[in-house]
């Protein structure tokens, strides 16, 4: 026993380090968390307002304190915690060939830039190969998120056909249909009777109709057209948003050029503001409010001074949002685009989206996983729960069987579990609910190797062997067959590592690591106390 | 000390005639339910798709929800009670919606306008687009192959030839066994329930090291013996050990397969069943195989 102290200390000095990288995590989950609680509570019944102003300052402090450890904490995984993951492809079907190569890493720009704006606490946004990007945001608002991240945002400036070309084009319209229909006067082919009067000037379609009618419109695209006319007169239709008008859904017709007289890369700034207008519809409505740059602006006052009267639209993705009417030239390069919602979250999106620049092509979405912070809170009571309770049972059931060894096995089990936690924290590995289950395995799987060392061990005593000869005999036969039996399942671990899916990878990490270090604590560490024990008590026969 | 397995004397290799009918038995049935079923129940992560666990605050029928599904244009959705008249899980096939548009944010749309006083919350949301989904299936293959071609290179070394073949025959009964739960019991294939096939495949090489090794351990030491008295002798003195491990092990996952959330169940289930069979093997099939090997080319 001449290395006794020396292993001592460095047991005891492992189970310190251990503890030591686990300390942020309780904090962050467990202590931290508690002094909030107790604060906040507090707070509600603060006697003066020096006590309120103390205690605020105080949980801010805790605030900066937890982004702190978030850093050195275990990491917990969005099905654990509830938030987005994204795969997004990029659609390069419109692109030219050029551009295909380094549009992720644009679009990965653009989008990295929106997330920035809307703040989000530790996003993950990574480019996985030429056409695809991950996105992962915990905690998130996720229909929001969604729409900020997957709109294109390309917005343009186009002037609306004045009222008289559009009446023209919409009559003329409607006459080749009545022709087609050639007497046939269901409501299939009567162009004008889809249309809905909206104040004087304009029209709306029902939601409703909306497919029949497009169709219809894209039947007619060289009567709106006709190949006579030069590229830069040509018109084309877009819709408005879909809005209620007198009961129905539905959206506004336009009829605009199709030249472009702006983008969006002009715009210098985009702020959210309350709506200041004449239009009484729009009172307590949030707008945003556009900026362009210096260039733009000269142009859009010329644009502005030379078309008093019509109406200049404001295009976002192929959809009008606003077309006002210009009463003046605007020198000021500022324009407006009105949400019509009392509450500004739709416009916090809309500047979020147009300051960051459009996506260089339209993206979808490959792949998603999403858990509500509901679920991720079940998730985990239940992970641990179950976890536990597997692990209780398994305790008293080797506590039973073996006895004092079975105490013995029940420790080297308990500190397998911190130590694979303690080097998950410092590798900042993921913990995901599959990650529990594979540490309730290692658990179940674990006492394996003891169960090996002890029915050897009680195996050499009915053999009559004694007592110091049955132990040593015991951990010395079983060390060999424990490193086997452990082995296989360590590859099988390692290969759903590499060809996991997140949670499944983190299955696969507490499962490997936990096998790991139950070669060193299964083995030395039972040893180690089963030897200690023996050297300070005598025993007839063994409890085990 | 309390011994669950006494010194016992049991004839396992005698009786192995019932163990390879057993066997025989439970795989036609799995092939049988494969065939009927046209394969197995897969999931969206490789068929491609949405799923959408979605809570209403007050009831709502199942009718009305899928009445609104049908009028977005969604012909093949199922929706599925999770708690009757509260939660839902909707289930669309990958093409059941125009790419780019989000099917659930549209339907939250339409149910805040159709129903603005049962505001639903999507608990969880699943999407699998079709090319990933068969990413996923191509990973999912090479992995299970890399996995067994991994398992056999070290089962090459480790044992001899005629146990190692054994072992790995012990090895595709547990998987075929293991697919017949699946497909009996049409549990959904996702990449959980891969993966617990896979540490299954892990998993069951274990127990057969032991039998093995215990068994090379007597031949030394009891060179008379019959051969079929040595290999019931080995597969004796191992039991306790190999019952107590599997007992363990499914302490745990029957515990997970009870308490856990969705996909951990499903997970603790297949292992539940995979412990098991491959307990089982191990302890039957391995030494029943080798008997015989013996038996028609006797070698030693």
Known sequence: MKYGKIKTGLIIGVIILALYSLYPTYQLYNSIPKREQSLRHLLKTAGSKDDSIRLESELAELEAEKVRLHKRALHLGLDLVGGMHLVLEVDKSKLAKGEVRDVADRAQEIIKNRIDQFGIFEPVIQKLSEDRILVQLPGVDRARAKSIIGQTAQLEFRLVAEERVTAEVLKRIDDYFKRQAAGDTTKERNFLSYLIDIGRIE?????????????????????????????????????????????????????????????????????????????????????????????????????????????????LDGTVRSAPIIQERIPSGEAMITTGDVNPDKARDLAIVIRSGSLPAPVFIAEERSVGPTLGLDAINKGIKSAAIGAILVIIFMLIYYRLFGLIADFAILFNVLFTLAILASLRATLTLPGLAGIALTIGMGVDSNILIFERIREELRWGKTIRTAIEQGFQRALKTIIDANITTIITAAVLYFFGTG?????????????????????????????????????????? | ?????????????????????????????????????????????????????????????????????????????????????????????????????????????????KFPNNLPEILKEETVGPRIGKE??????????????GILVYVSFRFDFRFGTSAVISLLHDTLTTITYISLFNITVNIPVVAALLTIIGYSVNDSIVVSDRVRENIKKFRKENFLTLLNRSINEVLSRTTLTSITALIITV????????????????????????????????????????????NR
């Open chain 1, 203 to 315: 029209q709306g379609v029902d939601e409703a109709d909306l497919p029949v009618f497009m169709r219809m419109l894209k039947e007619v695209d060289t009567i709106i057209n006709p190949p006579s006319r030069p590229e830069r007169d040509q018109y084309e239709f877009l819709f408005g948003p879909l809005e209620n008008y007198q009961g129905r859904r539905i959206r506004r017709l336009y009829l605009l050029k199709k030249t472009v007289e702006l983008t969006g890369k002009e715009i210098a700034s985009a702020r959210v503001d309350n709506y200041a207008g004449s239009d009484v519809n729009l009172t307590n409505t949030w707008i945003v409010s556009l900026k362009l740059n210096r260039e733009a602006t000269r142009t859009f006052a010329s644009i502005t001074g030379r078309n008093i009267g019509r109406r200049l639209a404001i295009v």
């Open chain 1, 503 to 544: 949670p499944i990878k983190g299955f696969a990490i507490t499962l490997t690591f936990g096998l790991l270090i139950n070669l060193f604590t299964a083995v030395f560490l039972t040893k180690f106390v089963a030897d200690g024990i023996l050297t300070q008590f005598e025993f007839k026969s063994l409890p085990i």
């Open chain 2, 1 to 113: 000390m309390i011994r669950l397995i006494k010194d016992t004397n049991i004839d396992f290799i005698g009786k192995r005639k019932y163990a390879y009918i057993l066997s025989a038995i439970i795989i036609f049935a799995g092939i049988i339910s494969l065939i009927i079923k046209r394969g197995l129940n897969y999931g969206i992560d490789f068929t491609g798709g949405t799923i959408i666990h979605i809570s209403f605050p007050s009831k709502i029928e199942t009718e009305d929800l899928r009445g609104v599904i049908e009028g977005m244009g969604v012909r093949g959705a199922t929706v599925q009670k999770y708690l009757e008249g509260y939660e839902f899980i909707v289930k669309i096939g990958p093409s059941d919606y125009p790419k780019g548009t989000s099917f659930s944010a549209d339907l939250l749309e339409i149910l805040k306008n």
């Open chain 2, 136 to 149: 996923l299936q191509r990973n999912t293959l090479i992995a299970l192959i890399i996995g067994l071609f």
């Open chain 2, 255 to 298: 515990i997970l397969a009870i308490f856990g959330a969705a996909d951990i169940r499903d997970f603790a289930r297949v292992m539940s069943f995979g412990i098991i069979t491959g307990t089982y093997s191990s302890i039957y099939v391995v030494c029943a195989i080798v008997y015989d090997w013996q038996q028609r080319f006797p």
